[in-house]
């Protein structure tokens, strides 16, 4: 994997912590790709603002994600970052909503890293986007979200060793509250987070980023099978 010519995609990459690992890695100089799902518009000028190509797939559908990564061919990085957060009592909570959480947290990461990993290169770079709520669930009415995160974290050991003899890593990226429009800084919910953490203020999507490119940068090609927090001290 040479550095200055990566081929890179990110799996839910409109908005959030995703447009800003699109953006960090454009600025690289890689070759960039994200997709989206519903947000048209933003995805839109993100491809106009850094020259990374939009391409509108729903992840919960495995075989158009499947699909996707297919047609990108020899990726040096995948990233997954697309993610649903579904909150409540677990007596009330839809069945059916909390069914579609799992699909895109837990099924679409699964089946992205295998089919990436199937075509590429040597050396290459997994990075899934869990949380510290697979480690802490602090609060009430998480548990089917730490459900979805906790089991990002056995997938990254268990494909860490079954990649790693191609030099292939496999890393989880655990952000705490994050200022986006899942989880606002302004948000009801900020003081309560805030309570939880050493450093109280949201994380910044581009603090995420900056992980996410250290894991997929030269000087990380030994770190793997872990989780790596970036959460303010919430999960301290
Ligand atoms: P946002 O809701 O702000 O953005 C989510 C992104 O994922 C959007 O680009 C969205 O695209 C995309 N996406 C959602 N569903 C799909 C889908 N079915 N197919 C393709 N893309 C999809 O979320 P965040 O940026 O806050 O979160 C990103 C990740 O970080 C998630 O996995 C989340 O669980 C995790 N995380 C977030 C924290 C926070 O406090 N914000 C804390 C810890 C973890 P579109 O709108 O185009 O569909």
Redesign the pocket.
Known sequence: MTEDSRKILV?????????AIVQRFAENGDSVAF??????E??ATLQKNTGAVAVL?????REALIAVIRAQGKLDVLV??????VLGNPLDLDADAVDRMID??VR?PYHAAVEAARSMAEGGRIII?????GDRMPFEGGAA?AL??SAMQGMARGLARDFGARGITVNVV??????????PANGPMSDAMHSFMAIKR??R?TE?AGMVLWLAGPDAGAVTGAMHTI?GGFGA
């Open positions: 799996i839910g990459g409109s908005r959030g912590i995703g447009a997709t989206y799902a519903g947000s048209a933003a995805a797939s729903d992840a919960s559908d997954v970052n697309a993610g649903a957060l895109l947290n679409a986007i869990g949380s510290v709520n979200y979805t995160k655990q952000p705490g509250p994050t200022d986006t429009d899942m989880n949201h994380v999507p995420v959460d």
